[in-house]
């Protein structure tokens, strides 16, 4: 059977040749979700399927089927001629008169909950969207391109406006911000200020917790790997362990969040500062992870930095890496007022936050925060 439609011969001269090309039907093949997102992620990467939104126009086909036409004709080229189901892009449009922070973090939450669906999604942030002929503009390419909007407004005219917008042009819509501004002032009885994130009346609250984040993150950049541990106690969250456990990144993430947060590598042969055992045992987390996770990622690090393969055997060896993870966990048995976090398959905001409440749960207590390495 020959996929391509060609029967190998030849049409009779006598006959006029077709005005439009056409070629007979051939058989659909439905395909795994999982080769839906990767066909469409390698159309879109190779500049087959574009979405770019100044450039769409009018016509009589909606842009969503045009996008269609064009994901399945650079699907069938991949398959060697073959028609095949895939599902469209589908656009989400984030709307915000901020940073919009808040609207990206909640809407990729919330579409971790369709990483399985074989979907393929793309989002469109727009900060900083404070006048309403902007913010009618961006609701009326939405229009356009079939997506969804998801907005944070805090001035309550210009959610209105959006929604408005929205309902008219029929675009499907959310307002994250305002159920919750609403639910606040009904709890405090206050009316909301309503002034977005540049007003003036916000600028003083804003650069306080800026410097407070810069002068964090300054600090753990100084105190990352062991550097200058004389300064441990200044330090509001210390994090231990051997290497590649993440501690470097966490630390970084935790920073930007207003603390300051000091990492101490565990090496074999090398004994940690003594400062380390001075300090408060609740800001001390230690971070443990499985031998043959820890082992894969070093031989990835290794690769990644093209060492040759003694020092490959040297960093990421089996025998090796058991006996560091041995040497760490000695010492997290001296030290029982550490709290022990698994950090295997975790992502690092995950960590974060259990390190987070961990720290403001042992403040807020006499005692010291327990081991809990058999809980997490």
């Not at 074989?118 to 079939?146: M, P, R």
């Not at 675009?171 to 911000?177: G, Q, R």
């Not at 609403?182 to 009316?191: C, T």
């Not at 987390?285 to 043959?292: M, T």
């Given at each position: 059977?020959?996929?391509?439609?060609?029967?190998?011969?030849?049409?009779?001269?006598?006959?006029?040749?077709?005005t439009i090309a056409s070629?007979?039907?051939?058989?659909?093949?439905?395909?795994?979700?999982?080769?839906?997102?990767?066909?469409?992620?390698?159309?879109?990467?190779?500049?087959?399927?574009?979405?770019?939104?100044?450039?769409?126009?009018?016509?009589?086909?909606?842009?969503?089927?045009?996008?269609?036409?064009?994901?399945?004709?650079?699907t069938s080229e991949i398959?060697?001629?073959?028609?095949?189901?895939?599902?469209?892009?589908?656009?989400?449009?984030?709307?915000?008169?901020?940073?919009?922070?808040?609207?990206?973090?909640?809407?990729?939450?919330?579409?971790?909950?369709?990483?399985?669906?074989?979907?393929?999604?793309?989002?469109?942030?727009?900060?900083?969207?404070?006048?309403?002929?902007?913010?009618?503009?961006?609701?009326?390419?939405?229009?356009?391109?079939?997506?969804?909007?998801?907005?944070?407004?805090?001035?309550?005219?210009?959610?209105?406006?959006?929604?408005?917008?929205?309902?008219?042009?029929?675009?499907?819509?959310?307002?994250?911000?305002?159920?919750?501004?609403?639910?606040?002032?009904?709890?405090?009885?206050?009316?909301?200020?309503?002034?977005?994130?540049?007003?003036?009346?916000?600028?003083?609250?804003?650069?306080?917790?800026y410097f407070k984040r810069?002068?964090?993150?300054?600090?753990?950049?100084?105190?990352?790997?062991?550097?200058?541990?004389?300064?441990?106690?200044?330090?509001?969250?210390?994090?231990?362990?051997?290497?590649?456990?993440?501690?470097?990144?966490?630390?970084?993430?935790?920073?930007?969040?207003?603390?300051?947060?000091?990492?101490?590598?565990?090496?074999?042969?090398?004994?940690?500062?003594?400062?380390?055992?001075?300090?408060?045992?609740?800001?001390?987390?230690?971070?443990?992870?499985?031998?043959?996770?820890?082992?894969?990622?070093?031989?990835?690090?290794?690769?990644?930095?093209?060492?040759?393969?003694?020092?490959?055997?040297?960093?990421?060896?089996?025998?090796?890496?058991?006996?560091?993870?041995?040497?760490?966990?000695?010492?997290?048995?001296?030290?029982?007022?550490?709290?022990?976090?698994?950090?295997?398959?975790?992502?690092?905001?995950?960590?974060?936050?259990?390190?987070?409440?961990?720290?403001?749960?042992?403040?807020?207590?006499?005692?010291?925060?327990?081991?809990?390495?058999?809980?997490?």
């Amino acid at each position: 059977m020959n996929l391509h439609g060609s029967s190998g011969q030849s049409e009779p001269k006598s006959e006029p040749p077709p005005t439009i090309a056409s070629s007979p039907p051939t058989p659909k093949l439905k395909i795994s979700p999982r080769l839906n997102r990767w066909s469409m992620t390698r159309a879109l990467r190779s500049g087959g399927v574009k979405i770019d939104r100044p450039q769409i126009q009018r016509s009589d086909n909606s842009p969503r089927r045009q996008l269609t036409e064009e994901a399945d004709k650079k699907t069938s080229e991949i398959e060697g001629g073959d028609d095949v189901e895939i599902t469209a892009v589908k656009s989400i449009y984030l709307v915000s008169d901020g940073t919009g922070w808040t609207a990206e973090h909640s809407v990729n939450a919330a579409l971790g909950q369709f990483d399985d669906c074989g979907c393929s999604v793309n989002t469109h942030l727009f900060s900083w969207v404070e006048d309403e002929e902007k913010l009618i503009e961006i609701i009326k390419q939405a229009a356009k391109e079939g997506a969804m909007c998801f907005y944070t407004l805090a001035n309550p005219s210009m959610a209105k406006s959006a929604k408005e917008a929205c309902d008219l042009l029929g675009v499907l819509s959310v307002d994250i911000l305002g159920p919750i501004i609403e639910g606040i002032a009904s709890h405090l009885g206050v009316s909301p200020s309503g002034l977005t994130r540049g007003a003036r009346g916000r600028v003083k609250t804003l650069n306080d917790a800026y410097f407070k984040r810069i002068e964090a993150i300054e600090f753990t950049i100084k105190q990352d790997d062991g550097t200058l541990p004389e300064n441990l106690s200044k330090a509001d969250i210390i994090l231990v362990g051997v290497s590649r456990t993440g501690k470097t990144p966490l630390s970084t993430y935790i920073a930007q969040k207003g603390y300051k947060v000091a990492n101490i590598p565990f090496v074999m042969g090398v004994e940690p500062p003594k400062t380390l055992f001075e300090v408060e045992p609740r800001k001390v987390f230690a971070l443990k992870i499985e031998l043959v996770v820890l082992q894969a990622i070093r031989r990835t690090r290794a690769k990644t930095l093209g060492v040759d393969r003694e020092a490959e055997n040297n960093y990421s060896g089996f025998d090796l890496v058991r006996k560091e993870l041995d040497f760490a966990s000695k010492i997290y048995a001296k030290n029982p007022g550490w709290a022990v976090i698994d950090v295997t398959n975790k992502a690092i905001e995950e960590t974060a936050a259990l390190i987070l409440r961990l720290y403001h749960d042992g403040s807020d207590s006499s005692t010291s925060v327990p081991c809990i390495s058999k809980r997490y």
